[in-house]
């Protein structure tokens, strides 16, 4: 059996990596997948807890944040797609006028 | 080994305000079909009318308490008194809505199921018992106030809230879920209830458990913090504001809000107080709350300040009014004022949602076809051109300020007492300071509108649905002012179902 801790520390690794995705890519479809990589340790992590604890609410969890990534994604690369029909570019540097 | 609850063993009795409103929303979704394009207005009758529904059904569930969905979801009066503000603030919104949307050109009619998902969304963030719950209901308010926001395409600046609100909101989602995660690897649960009893029981300053909690609780704060935008993680909110159409920004800044603080104040009163780590101590996270409501109020007031364009003002200023609102839910850290702190923010809630929506009614209504026209100059004048509008808009920016007989006045009154009843006077006094601060914006906008002279273009979105709106917000900011009776009346007798 793999240890909660290695799990949660894997969950962790790629949490950060997510986050700092987001924070520092500047490709709007890039910045997406990087929250799908944070939903997705969250996934991992909820897995290895539910598994520590010996019960199935985590397990529960992880299938509602699947569909509900699914929803995001659907509304995200439509607005991905009305974004770039405007704008010919999806580099989220490029969206500022609202600044003031 | 698993069990197929019965029905009877759901309770959905006491869920039916909510649920009401995400079934009609489906099935509107579908009617919407069938209705004419040049005829949308009947939609939005039809949705208001779905909410009139969960308003009275919310009347009749109001005074019982019981949990519903195997303890999923929670009917108590802190959720009644929610549902109160989410119905009428959405009633109001759509009726705004009519009139502007065939102004600016997007009459469709999925604007108006978008809302009542939304709504349904608030309505079960702020009676979820469990974290499971609380992410899905906030999803389901946060996906369509995505679409909402760049419901203007192909304008670049609807569009440009939209992506900013989504990358932003999703962010934050991120944050929540993984908070929520480490509160279960912790506890081992997701209901709150249960949260709170595994907490009591543990010796938390020598338990290895204290660190995911740490870490859990601060990313579940950092999430919902997104969401009602405090600093620092308010940064998103002028962009999105301004660029969303002024009808959607006057129902996001209140609903989203309301939603919002409902699941904060649920998680930190009935899942977290006794998460102390000194013995005989406040909660834990008394001290981070006590400084993100101070800061947040510093800045939005004194950013706002700045601002010429009144969308992105009022953007700020409701920046400053989460602080507000923070501030209650910081003096609810020590134990036995958790309900006088859930009152005040309820009130605040209440006193709040109608002046902002009016004060976004009256920009709605000088806001020109194409979106422009909400600079401080273009309430040059109002008081000739438009008399009545420009004593509303006083009214609105008198309450917002906290002047007394009105009830933004009513609001603090009620939020400082509880941050003095916590022992946290250096955060009451710097509410009471930067309240003064704030009188300098929105003093602005009424000396603007009585003492210059009129640019010639008179509000022309004055139209007569949104006339009614800005009344009854007009009318329930001074009702509330005059006789806060009413609205505490509401809160007597307990607000939470399982009060620890």
């Known amino acids: 059996m793999i240890p909660t801790e290695m799990a949660v520390l894997l969950s962790v690794v790629l949490f950060v990596l997510g986050t700092l995705g987001v924070l520092f890519k500047r490709n709007a479809i890039l910045v997406f997948m990087s929250v799908e990589l944070m939903l997705n340790a969250t996934n991992l992590a909820l897995v290895a807890f ?45 969206l500022h006028q609202l600044e003031g | 080994m698993l069990q197929i609850p019965t029905l009877e063993s759901l309770n959905m009795g006491v869920a039916i305000p909510a649920l009401s409103v995400a079934v009609w929303a489906c099935v ?24 009139v529904f969960a308003f009275i059904a919310n009347l009749f569930t109001f005074n019982t308490s019981g949990d519903a969905f195997l303890g999923l979801f929670v009917a108590d009066r802190f959720g009644g008194f929610m549902n109160l503000i989410i119905l009428v603030t959405g009633f109001i919104s759509i009726v705004m809505s009519i009139d502007y949307l065939k102004r600016i050109g997007i009459e469709k009619g999925e604007y108006y199921t978008l809302m009542l998902f939304t709504i349904s969304g608030m309505m079960f963030m702020v009676s979820a018992n469990d974290l499971i719950v609380i992410f899905v ?11 909402l926001s760049a419901f203007r395409a192909p304008d670049v600046k ?14 934050a989602s991120a944050f929540f879920v993984y908070g929520a995660a480490l509160v279960y690897g912790a506890t081992g649960t997701t209901n709150l209830p249960q949260i709170f009893q595994t907490i009591s029981g543990l010796d938390l300053s020598q338990n290895s458990n204290v660190l995911l909690l740490l870490l859990g609780s601060g990313l579940v ?30 129902f996001m800044s209140v609903g989203a809000k309301a939603g919002g603080f409902g699941a904060l104040l649920r998680i930190m009163i009935v899942g ?3 998460f102390v780590l000194i013995e005989g101590a406040n909660a834990a996270w008394q001290q981070v709350m006590w400084i993100i409501a101070a800061a947040t109020v510093i800045l939005g007031n004194f950013v706002a300040i700045a601002q010429t364009n009144v969308k992105r003002l009022l953007a700020y200023s409701s920046i400053a009014h989460a602080g507000y609102i ?36 009256v920009a709605m209504a000088v806001e020109k076809d194409d979106g422009t026209g909400t600079n401080i100059e273009d309430f040059d004048g109002l008081a000739k051109s438009r008399p009545i509008l420009a004593v509303m808009m006083t009214g609105f920016m008198l309450s917002l300020t906290g002047i007394p007989l009105t009830s933004g006045f009513m609001g603090k009154l009620f939020v400082f007492q ?15 300071l930067t309240s003064i601060v704030s009188a300098f914006y929105y003093v602005r906008i009424v000396l603007n509108m009585y003492f210059k002279e009129a640019p010639g273009d008179e509000a022309k979105g004055a139209t007569p649905y949104l006339n009614w709106a800005i009344y009854a917000a007009f009318a329930a900011t001074l009702l509330l002012g005059i006789l806060p009776a009413i609205a505490t009346g509401l809160t007597e007798g307990g607000l939470f179902a399982v009060i620890p």
């Open chain 2, 137 to 147: 209901a906030l999803e389901l308010l946060s996906i369509p106030l995505y679409v």
């Open chain 2, 272 to 274: 977290l107080p006794s």
């Open chain 2, 326 to 361: 923070l501030m209650a839910v910081a003096a609810a850290g020590t134990a036995g004022v958790g309900e006088a702190a859930a009152t005040a923010a309820l009130i605040y809630l209440l006193a709040y949602a109608f002046t902002n929506l009016g004060a976004f009614a």
């Open chain 2, 28 to 51: 509107l979704l579908v009617i919407d079909l069938f209705i004419p394009k040049e005829q949308k207005s009947r939609t939005a009758w039809l949705a208001a009318g779905g909410l």
């Open chain 2, 418 to 432: 509880a941050t003095l009843d916590a022992g946290l006077v250096p955060l009451a006094v710097i509410g009471v």
């Open chain 2, 221 to 250: 704060l950092v999430g919902l913090g997104f969401k009602v935008a405090v600093v620092p993680f308010h940064a998103w909110t002028p962009d999105v504001y301004e660029g969303a159409p002024t009808s959607v920004t006057a």
């Open chain 1, 50 to 94: 539910a598994q520590q604890w010996g019960e199935e609410t985590g397990h529960l969890f992880v299938f509602f944040i699947i569909t509900v990534a699914a929803a995001e994604v659907a509304v995200g690369l439509a607005l991905i797609v009305a974004i770039f029909r405007t704008k010919k570019s999806i580099n989220i540097d490029e």
């Open chain 2, 158 to 171: 609807s569009e440009e809230s939209g992506m900013k609100y989504f990358i932003l909101g999703a962010f």
